[in-house]
T-cell receptor
Framework: QKEVEQNSGPLSVPEGAIASLNCTYS??????FFWYRQYSGKSPELIMF????GDKEDGRFTAQLNKASQYVSLLIRDSQPSDSATYLC?????????????FGKGTKLTVNP | EAGVVQSPRYKIIEKKQPVAFWCNPI?????LYWYRQNLGQGPELLIR????????DSQLPKDRFSAERLKGVDSTLKIQPAELGDSAVYLC?????????????FGQGTRLTVV
């Protein structure tokens, strides 16, 4: 089992809809979870991080964490064409004691005007 | 404030040739990371530096890859000799403190094509 798994998509939603991106992780002791956005040909940029169970909202973005289910999600409300990108879920695992981000493969999101 | 700066942006080389990538992290950032991103995949860590010390190089293919971070600022990543499978985007990132408390900022990357 890979450490971080995401549905690679592509996920296509109409403008104004809610986009839901999902991620599961294998290291039950993981404490830190991140969502990065990566436009084609560009570098990843952090859009959300979450450490505690529950929801964390920032503008149109909501991250949800359920440690018991080892599941983290990202909701994008009122999706815009400019949200079209690949969304990378990343986790800092506890195994090995290394401060590194372990990324999933990413989910490609397309928001159609 | 300038972000993480990498050069070159693009590099095309023939297999078995050497290649080097350069990274200048954000000023004051003690932690520097080199990641490799293959097409359609997420980035994978190659090496992490705390100041000038390589604290995690477990995923660096040491037979052909080497890295250094002299004086704890700029860093170079070298491949010698390059293989076809090394074609990827090489990303440098830096953070002020350990990741659990701080954000990692990525550079624009170097896209390497080995032919």
């Amino acid at each position: 089992q890979k450490e971080v798994e995401q549905n690679s998509g592509p996920l296509s939603v109409p403008e104004g809809a809610i986009a839901s991106l999902n991620c599961t992780y294998s290291d039950r002791g993981s404490q830190s979870f991140f969502w990065y956005r990566q436009y084609s040909g560009k570098s990843p940029e952090l859009i959300m991080f979450i450490y505690s169970n529950g929801d964390k909202e920032d503008g149109r973005f909501t991250a949800q964490l359920n440690k018991a289910s080892q599941y983290v999600s990202l909701l994008i409300r009122d999706s815009q064409p400019s949200d079209s990108a690949t969304y990378l879920c990343a986790v800092i695992p506890t195994q090995g004691g290394s401060e590194k981000l372990v990324f999933g493969k990413g989910t490609k999101l397309t928001v159609n005007p | 404030e300038a972000g993480v700066v990498q050069s070159p942006r693009y590099k095309i080389i023939e297999k078995k040739q050497p290649v080097a990538f350069w990274c200048n992290p954000i000023s004051g950032h003690n932690t520097l990371y080199w990641y490799r991103q293959n097409l359609g995949q997420g980035p994978e860590l190659l090496i992490r530096y705390e100041n000038e010390e390589a604290v995690d190089d477990s995923q660096l293919p040491k037979d052909r890859f080497s890295a250094e971070r002299l004086k704890g600022v700029d860093s170079t990543l070298k491949i010698q000799p390059a293989e076809l499978g090394d074609s990827a985007v090489y990303l440098c990132a830096s953070s002020l403190e350990a990741l659990r408390r701080d954000e990692a900022f990525f550079g624009q990357g170097t896209r390497l094509t080995v032919v």
